[in-house]
């Protein structure tokens, strides 16, 4: 994505199922589960860059001793600098108590995150600050350890206000701008509930239905009890995705299948998908069950996961990035007329790459097919023709390469847009001036201000006469509120072209139609029943909109023609067939919420006012 758009967040959890002395005696260390801890949150740190936390719980602790500990840290380093303080505490330790890390009970006792339940999050901000008291996990501390409550998870609500007006609560601004606040007050309530009614042994599937009804959005999450009981939850509709393995020595749980494979040296077939609306849940006691929350409803998985977000190391996402690459071969070919002697395919950026080679194979798969028909329609070729013929090839270029020790430091507007234009180093030579065409993939355009202000100036100093814009996505054209920090309508590069396509049709007052269809509603309560933004791409083809988009990415000072391909949503069903959430490309949310979000975006664009729609 060469727009620089903030994202998912990244969880982990792991419920060690024996005592810290078995894997002490049978991996050397009672680090053993830190140490995976640590593993699968850095195997997730694509996932979050703004903050790390980790929260532990250890079981069976003696009245008067804590038993919850959390450590949060802000920044890109933030997994780093949290386990070198647990490192500094552990060296502390042991210069007081050189034997320490032979006794797994008294490293229990001393050290505070040696425990037997463990949670670890990565933050991306998308409601709320980017500062550490955002940072997951959250923390509802009481004296009683059944009243303890930290929680932690990949998600975005879009009813805090009525979750906090249902509680009757008037949080302070930490928890307001928070969903994880408004989360965790609203389990915690019915956490407490449960407790006054039999607090000897919580009925945690029952205080989830309960909570979880009230819940708005995409959601996975993990809450961890003072006494010992902890869980792991999906939404109903499958939107944020969850993992987990589950084995006689511990339970795992994660937002990337890859991380867990790699974490624990696991096959894919050992590591499940947790079905939507269902929870694992662990007891004080261990024991472990899969039960269903919320009844599934529709199956809408997010599809940008697979085409951006997570790591392209798992086996099915790899496979779906090349498929949505080689889905482009054909309408590549059409743009080109079929014409790829004087074509130089590349991509950018680097999480373009996987699919960047599916769509190499397309061409190469097209090229077999030209070779094979020439080969068998002419009898007389010459050696020398068959040998031109056999040595045909797509041509690849690596054309730019990130300078990643480039700062864009200068504000100055003019400065920087200047600035910008050399945040990548390109190949020279590669282009032969004023006859080959560049093919450059992108995974998805967002806003295209990177493409306008940066990448195509860039590429047009190589003297290209075309330069085509592959998106491996779809055209964004609506907020996200599920999870993605996509929730300001006009930054949408695709509705932008729309607007100018009203404008240069004399359809401008389609706006203003809109806008009191929005108003109208919300006077009435029923802003979520209906999207009224669609109306905005009606009047016009995706082949309009994606031609109006070319052109507002050609700089007046690009000589080089430049054209824009987008995969259609019935390529990405195809290349993705078990992750259809397309709501960003198509407007159909799978929750009321959804409609709620895109019509105050859109009220929120007409009134010039800045600030998310939910």
């Given amino acids: 994505m060469s727009d620089a758009i903030k994202h998912e967040c990244g969880l982990a959890y792991i419920r060690l199922l024996k005592p810290l002395s078995f894997y002490h005696r049978k991996y050397g260390t009672a680090f053993y589960g830190l140490n995976k801890l640590y593993l699968l949150m850095e195997k997730q740190h694509n996932r979050g860059q703004d903050g790390a936390g980790i929260a532990t719980v250890k079981l069976n602790t003696e009245p008067g001793h804590q038993f919850m500990h959390r450590l949060r840290v802000g ?3 933030a997994i780093s600098q949290i386990f070198q303080n647990i490192n500094q505490e552990v060296s502390e330790m042991e210069t007081m108590y050189p034997d320490i890390l032979q006794h797994p009970g008294l490293m229990k006792g001393y050290m505070r995150f040696i425990g037997e339940v463990m949670l670890g999050h990565l933050r991306y901000g998308t409601q709320g600050k980017n500062n550490v008291e955002f940072c997951h996990p959250f923390l509802k501390p009481h004296i009683n350890p059944t009243r303890n409550l930290t929680m932690a998870g990949n998600f975005n609500l879009v009813n805090t206000d009525e979750l906090f007006a249902m509680l009757g609560q008037h949080p302070n601004s930490t928890l307001r701008e928070s969903d994880l606040g408004a989360m965790i007050e609203t389990i915690h309530y019915y956490l407490c509930q449960a407790d006054d009614t039999n607090p000897a042994s919580l009925n945690i599937e029952g205080i989830l239905k309960q909570a979880t009804t009230h819940f708005d959005g995409g959601f996975v999450f993990s809450g961890l009890i003072g006494n010992g009981d902890s869980f792991v939850m999906r939404d109903a509709n499958g939107i944020r995705p969850c993992y987990y393995y589950e084995s006689d020595e511990i339970v795992v749980a994660a937002s990337e299948r890859a991380a867990i494979m790699t974490a624990f040296n696991v096959t894919q077939q050992q590591v499940r998908k947790l079905e939507p609306g269902h929870a694992i849940i662990v007891s004080k006691e261990g024991e472990f069950s899969n039960v269903e929350i919320l009844p599934a409803r529709e199956h809408t998985a997010c599809s940008f996961e697979r085409i951006y977000f997570s790591r392209g190391s798992d086996p099915d996402i790899y496979r779906e990035r090349m498929e949505l690459g080689r889905n482009l071969a054909g309408t590549v070919l059409k743009a080109l007329d079929n014409h790829l002697k004087h074509t130089i395919v590349s991509f950018i950026p680097n999480t373009a790459e996987i699919a960047f080679y599916g769509l190499i194979k397309g061409l190469e798969d097209y090229l077999k097919e030209i070779k094979l028909q020439r080969i068998f329609s002419r009898k007389d070729m010459t050696e020398e023709e068959m040998r031109e013929l056999i040595g045909r090839r797509v041509r690849i270029e690596k054309i730019a390469i990130k300078d990643v020790k480039l700062r864009t430091f200068i504000t100055e507007d003019s400065s920087r847009n200047e600035m910008v ?16 065409t560049l093919v ?34 779809p055209q964004i054209r609506y907020p996200d509120c599920y999870g993605i920090d996509m929730s300001r309508m006009g930054d949408f590069i695709a509705f932008q072209a729309a607007v100018g396509l009203l404008a240069d049709t004399g359809q401008a007052h389609k706006l203003d139609e809109i806008y009191e269809q929005c108003k109208a509603a919300e006077a009435e309560g029923t802003l979520q029943a209906h999207n009224f933004v669609k109306g905005v791409y009606e009047p016009f083809t995706v082949a ?7 052109a507002m990415l050609r700089h007046e000072d690009v000589t080089a023609e430049v054209d824009v391909i987008y995969q259609s949503i019935e390529g990405l069903h195809n290349a993705c067939p078990h992750n259809q959430g397309d709501w960003y490309f198509t407007g159909n949310y799978p929750t009321p919420g959804g ?12 009134e010039k006012k800045d600030g998310r729609g939910y």
């Fill in 75 to 77: 920044g890109a380093q």
């Fill in 421 to 436: 234009q050399h945040v990548y180093d390109i190949t020279y030579g590669t282009v032969e001036r004023g006859v080959d």
């Fill in 440 to 473: 450059i993939i992108d995974d998805s355009i967002v806003r295209g201000t990177t493409l306008r202000e940066s990448i195509i100036k860039m590429l047009n100093r190589l003297g290209p006469k075309r330069i085509i814009v592959v998106s491996s996505a």
């Fill in 544 to 550: 309009e909109v994606s031609k109006k988009i070319a």
């Fill in 595 to 606: 409609n709620k979000v895109a019509n105050r975006a859109f009220m929120k664009y007409m």
